[in-house]
């Protein structure tokens, strides 16, 4: 009798030994995934790519073209005023393989709901001051755009609202359509209220192993929320980081506060190591084509593969269904042998 009610303690011990070990990889998983995003440690700040207050590095590291005010608080891509477009671009090319732009930027205005226009675009692009009509900046670029657009021009789209914030990668032989608000050609995107805030808005942009990520916080909540997260992307080292903006018959005001270059602290195998990265393609792969986003609703990929998050999180709930019927087996057997002492 003893020795059997000494077993049943030795393997609920054992049980709560699992519970403990699930507990502490639980907790590892989730720091792995809130250092997702870096923190902005200054050991790794980039400051030839940097463009922070109160903006010394203008007319050395930095040049601006157009509408573009430099103050001593923000730079002024556009004022809220018609027809105007300005861009700002760092002089330096970044050789960097694994990077991660933070972006405090402001947009707004005087002009009421839907009555303003058109957003910012930030840019790491093979070439700078180039103006054109895609927010202020030259049509099938070479490179990587992320687009802040606060005003609808397809009338049919209204699965999405806005101001929304995408992705598109180029290598210079796609066209921006603007008529449907880049659909054609966006790898991805969300909904973000990020117009006339009375508090801090940010971006975050992170290119590591071939996977982009692009997180906003414009809730005052001091935390990133997911925006964009795809992979299969390739981007060469040498482009440059700029950021521009545009208005037409509608306008406001686009502000960058800041703009923060960190340099991602990763490990690549020889071959990636000995490849010539000024010489990559810019691309996307283990996706469909932008251009098969035409007939697709959303206007985002629909065969994009799991996340981290998602990965994880798979993970954690085979995990908890183990341990939910260990302990309902653990507990089945006590009762088991509470029942068989009734009969010695």
């Known amino acids: 009798m003893r020795a059997s009610t000494c077993g049943c303690f030795d393997k609920m011990s054992g049980f709560k030994t699992f519970l403990s070990s699930i507990f502490i990889f639980f907790l590892v998983e989730c720091c792995l995934v809130a250092c997702d995003i870096t923190d902005g440690n200054t050991e790794h700040l980039k400051r030839e790519h940097s463009l922070t207050k109160p903006y010394q590095g203008v007319g050395n590291q930095w040049d601006f073209w157009g509408s573009t005010l430099v103050t001593s608080s923000y730079v002024r891509l556009t004022p809220d005023e018609r027809s105007k477009q300005g861009s700002i671009w760092n ?21 009421k709901k839907n009555l303003h226009g058109d957003g910012i675009a930030l840019w790491y692009t093979k070439d700078r001051l180039h103006p054109g009509p895609v927010f202020g900046n030259q049509d099938q670029f070479h490179g990587l755009a992320i687009f802040l657009d606060t005003f609808r021009n397809d009338l049919h789209g209204m699965d999405r609202s806005f101001p929304f914030i995408s992705a598109m990668v180029n290598n210079g032989t796609v066209s921006y359509d603007h008529g449907k608000d880049g659909r054609s050609s966006e790898l991805g995107g969300c909904s973000a209220d990020i117009r006339n805030r009375d508090f801090d808005t940010y971006l975050a942009i992170r290119y590591s192993r071939g996977r982009l990520t692009v997180m906003v916080d414009v809730d005052d909540k001091n935390e990133w929320k997911e925006c964009i997260d795809i992979g299969g992307v390739r981007l060469p080292t040498g482009y440059f980081f ?3 903006a545009a208005t037409g018959d509608l306008s406001d005001n686009h502000d960058v506060i800041s703009m923060k270059l960190y340099q991602l602290m990763v490990d690549h195998s020889p071959e990636e190591e000995n490849l010539d990265w000024t010489k990559i393609e810019p691309s996307v792969s283990l996706f469909k084509s932008p251009k098969d986003n035409i007939d697709d609703p959303t206007g985002n990929f629909r065969g994009t593969p799991l996340t981290g998050w998602k990965v994880f999180l798979l993970l954690l709930c085979a995990l908890l269904g183990i341990v939910v019927c260990a302990v309902v087996g653990a507990v089945v057997f006590q009762k088991r042998q509470e029942r068989n002492k009734r009969f010695y």
């Open 91 to 111: 002089t330096v090319p970044c050789y960097l393989k694994d990077w991660e732009m933070h972006v405090q930027f402001k947009v707004h205005g005087s002009g």
């Open 242 to 244: 700029g950021a521009s």
